[in-house]
């Protein structure tokens, strides 16, 4: 789907959502990646095949999120 010189992370890549923005929508919340990937404002995502992935990064530092 990329066409760009470096090509973007694939759709099944957990780098996915660095992927080229292709078209944003701030006032409906979500913006359309180069790779097929729509991205939501609260980090969720939905897939290509129709699988919806919530928020799966780690925003605390691994010794936060043991405590």
């Known amino acids: 789907m990329c066409h760009h010189v470096t090509p973007c992370p694939d759709a099944a890549s957990e780098a996915r959502d660095l992927a080229a923005?292709?078209?944003?929508?701030?006032?409906?919340g979500w913006r359309l990646l180069c790779n097929g990937v729509v991205l939501f404002d609260d980090?969720?995502?939905?897939?290509?095949?129709?699988?919806?992935?919530?928020?799966?990064?780690v925003w605390l530092s691994p010794e936060l999120v043991e405590a």
Not at 21 to 28: A, G, I, N, R
Not at 43 to 57: F, I, T, Y
């Open 43 to 57: 980090d969720g995502e939905l897939l290509p095949d129709g699988r919806a992935v919530g928020d799966h990064h």
């Open 21 to 28: 923005v292709l078209s944003s929508h701030p006032e409906q």
